[in-house]
């Protein structure tokens, strides 16, 4: 006999994914933000993850891109315009943007990011495995940026992190938290000056970084994983960090690049 109170696993997933649906009409978010159509799947459609999302990665993925920024090519250069006249990413060998950030990805990447749309997730979890699998192999970990002091415990997740431990979990990538945020100011509310400004401050190698250096057990090659690439100094100040902590070789994987 069933106990009071207690649902098995099975049944308390079902009623979520009905109250999912149900908050999903209320609200008005039951809208694929990519072509428009009903969906009970929060802001994207099965269709359009499929196609649109996870096909656009992939080819993507076959398509030139800058040496330095990653940025996907139109023309014959190696590098685009900006790398060319004022380069950011001096610590890096390689960066990956998986997408641009344009049209409706910029609502996805809101819906997940500033209104909490957990469900994307899974989503962006597996964007980033298409372009690791496509861009990456070898040995490597995993380095999430960190996130603003505080932030999880006043809002109960960060973003950046439950994707890494998506990645750890259920890809089965070798994820390290060697950096950590000493400053609360947000990026994205500094102008582009303050950004370049900012460069070299922020951040910080954490405890498990020292102690793995002083073991000499840091990994040799990680990717720094970010959501999105915009003017490029989270990133260079991030891979500073860890090549002058003892990394060789340190590459960039953001889901979204601002072209």
């Given at each position: ?194 950004r370049l400004e900012s460069k070299g401050r922020g951040y910080a190698v954490s405890r498990l970084c020292l102690r793995l250096s002083a073991e000499g057990a840091l990994p040799s090659h990680v990717i720094l994983i970010d959501d999105v690439l915009t003017t490029g100094v989270t990133a260079e100040s991030c ?21």
């Open positions: 006999m069933m106990k009071t109170g207690f649902l098995p696993v099975r049944l308390l997933m079902l009623f979520s994914r009905a109250a999912m649906m149900m908050l999903n009409c209320f609200f008005g978010r039951g809208q694929c933000c990519a072509c428009g159509t009903f969906t009970a799947r929060g802001v994207l459609c099965r269709s359009c993850t499929e196609e649109k999302l996870y096909g656009a990665a992939r080819e993507a993925a076959r398509s030139p891109r800058c040496d330095v920024c990653g940025k996907v090519l139109l023309g014959e250069e190696k590098t685009c315009m900006s790398c060319r006249t004022g380069r950011i990413l001096l610590s890096t060998y390689k960066s990956v943007p998986v997408l641009p950030y344009r049209i409706w990805l910029k609502t996805l990447l809101f819906e997940w990011k500033m209104n909490g749309q957990r469900s994307l997730s899974p989503v962006f979890a597996r964007l980033c495995d298409i372009a690791i699998r496509s861009h990456f192999s070898g040995s490597f970990a995993i380095v999430p940026v960190p996130p603003r002091p505080g932030k999880i415990k006043r809002l109960g997740w960060d973003q950046i992190d439950e994707l890494s431990e998506i990645l750890r979990r259920t890809y089965r990538y070798r994820v390290l938290k060697l950096l950590e945020r000493t400053t609360g100011i947000q990026q994205k509310k500094l102008s582009r000056t303050g891979a500073r960090l860890l090549k002058d902590a003892g990394v060789s070789k340190v590459a960039v994987l953001t889901l979204f690049i601002v072209d």
